[in-house]
């Protein structure tokens, strides 16, 4: 069964740091491109991150670009989302996904094919 399982979320402060983690089981992600998404309360799922199946280039949402670093270790089937200097802005549900690497734009959510349940962030002002 393919499985992806977040964690790592929680509350912090603004300013604070959080490292996601992002397990695979039932499959391996090394041929695939891994993702991180984010919804906050009443808004739409949005991109925050992608790494490619070698983690030799990824791709980041202009409002996270500098803060945070996505990495991978496919020996370990998991994917990292390092949080760095958060703002409050940043408090949403994070997930992972992973996309075929032929299966359209990174940034799109629709190019996903597995995703986690989510884990919540929280930053407080």
């Known amino acids: 069964q393919v499985q992806l399982v977040e964690s790592g979320g929680g509350l912090v402060q603004a300013g604070d740091s959080l490292r996601l983690s992002c397990a695979a089981s039932?499959?391996?992600?090394?041929?695939?491109?891994m993702g991180w998404f984010r919804q906050a309360p009443g808004k739409e799922r949005e991109f925050v991150a992608a790494?490619?199946?070698?983690?030799?280039?990824?791709y980041y949402a202009d409002s996270v670009k500098g803060r945070f670093t996505i990495s991978r270790d496919n020996a370990k089937n998991t994917v990292y989302l390092q949080m760095n200097s958060l703002k409050p802005e940043d408090t949403a549900v994070y997930a992972c996904a992973a996309k075929a690497y032929y299966s359209g734009s990174y940034y799109s959510s629709s190019s996903y094919t597995y995703w986690g349940q989510g884990t919540q962030v929280t930053v407080s002002s």
């Open positions: 790494i490619i199946s070698s983690g030799d280039s990824t």
């Open positions: 039932g499959w391996s992600i090394s041929g695939w491109t």
